[in-house]
Nanobody
Framework: QLQMVESGGASVQTGGSLRLSCQGP?????????VGWYRQAPGKERERVAI????????YYRDSVKGRFTLSEDEPKNTLYLQMDGLEPEDTGMYYC???????????????????WGQGTQVTVSS
């Protein structure tokens, strides 16, 4: 179910910043266990980047982005943001947003079926 719409991807140089946005349906935060960002680099598997757990607003960041990426939300707008600072070439990839409707998948990669996914936005970081 492609119900999330990502935007904000671009090509930047090392050290640059981007802010990604992801807007979903009305129950993006109220009807899910978590909302998060995932990325996939060419030839690699999709990986979790940053997750917001909707029950208590706790967050998860993968180690490589801690201190550089920050999640924020605008619940009335059903929107999740990812502020990315200090970008590195290793951050290059297609960034996807997902709103997860099964608790188990908040700790792994959620499938397309049963969850809200978007089509992705491309981030390219050049050295």
């Amino acid at each position: 179910q492609l119900q999330m719409v990502e935007s904000g991807g671009a090509s930047v140089q090392t050290g640059g910043s981007l802010r990604l946005s992801c807007q979903g349906p009305e129950d993006t935060f109220s009807g899910t266990y978590c909302v998060g960002w995932y990325r996939q680099a060419p030839g690699k598997e999709r990986e979790r980047v940053a997750i917001l757990y909707t029950s208590d607003r706790s967050t998860y960041y993968r180690d490589s982005v801690k201190g550089r990426f920050t999640l924020s939300e605008d619940e009335p707008k059903n929107t999740l943001y990812l502020q990315m600072d200090g970008l590195e070439p290793e951050d290059t990839g297609m960034y996807y947003c997902a709103a997860v409707r099964a608790r188990y998948y908040c700790y792994s990669l959620p499938p397309q079926d049963g969850n809200y996914w978007g089509q992705g936005t491309q981030v390219t970081v050049s050295s």
